[in-house]
């Protein structure tokens, strides 16, 4: 199993619709994770930090579930603007790689 | 504005010869990461520095060199560059003291094509 798993997409939604991403890690240890947004051909940002209790940033809402070992990105009320890759990432307590990242998943918003 | 620019921006070099990516950043953060993203890989991490004199080899370092000698710049070095090694190279920051939480500050990339 990767040790971050994402679908790569793409996603190709219409405008105003409700999308969701998941992203699997396997690391049981991992503590810290947080989702990412690339637009092509430019560096990631942070998009939203993932908690443990879930949170919601306007129209985004990252979940947290540690018995199934996985994240998830709900966008709701698509906007053509949203169209990026989403990278999952995931902290390594051990080894030489501090922070993994996802491949990503590419979602196009469709006028 | 995290303040962290790499140069330069965009390289064409041919195989064999030494490459110099460079990385600095206006604030202090203690924290950098040198990044190569290809196609089908993601971001993977090369190598990473906890602070001036103080570095660590990431998931993909062999054929590079970094140093740490002052906080604000981290160079990433291709001794003898390989078509292997085109790829767009991203420097980042940590923005707090702490190594697993806190923003990842991106630069703009390099992109480095080896003929």
């Known amino acids: 199993r990767k040790e971050v798993e994402q679908d790569p997409g793409p996603f190709n939604v219409p405008e105003g619709a409700t999308v969701a991403f998941n992203c699997t890690y396997s690391?049981?240890?991992?503590?810290?994770f947080f989702w990412y947004r690339q637009d092509c051909r430019k560096e990631p940002k942070l998009l939203m930090s993932?908690?443990?209790s879930g949170n919601e940033d306007g129209r985004f809402t990252a979940q947290l579930n540690r018995a199934s070992q996985y994240i998830s990105l709900l966008i709701r009320d698509s906007k053509l603007s949203d169209s990026a890759t989403y990278l999952c990432?995931?902290?390594?307590?051990?080894?030489?790689?501090?922070?993994?990242f996802g491949k990503g998943t590419r979602l196009s918003v469709i006028a | 504005d995290a303040g962290i620019t790499q140069s330069p921006r965009y390289k064409i070099t041919e195989t064999g010869r030494q490459v110099t990516l460079m990385c600095h950043q206006t604030?202090?953060?203690?924290?950098m990461f040198w990044y190569r993203q290809d196609l089908g890989h993601g971001l993977r991490l090369i190598y990473y520095?906890?602070?001036?004199?103080?570095?660590d080899k990431g998931e993909v370092p062999d054929g590079y060199v970094v140093s740490r000698s002052k906080t604000e710049n981290f160079p990433l070095t291709l001794e003898s560059a390989t078509r292997s090694q085109t790829s767009v190279y991203f420097c980042?920051?940590?923005?707090?003291?702490?190594?697993?939480?806190?923003?990842?500050?991106f630069g703009e990339g390099s992109r480095l094509t080896v003929l």
């Open positions: 990432v995931v902290n390594r307590p051990s080894g030489n790689t501090p922070l993994v």
């Open positions: 520095s906890a602070a001036a004199d103080i570095t």
């Open positions: 604030w202090s953060h203690s924290y």
């Open positions: 690391n049981s240890a991992s503590q810290s």
């Open positions: 993932v908690y443990s």
């Open positions: 980042a920051i940590l923005s707090t003291r702490e190594q697993l939480s806190g923003e990842l500050f």
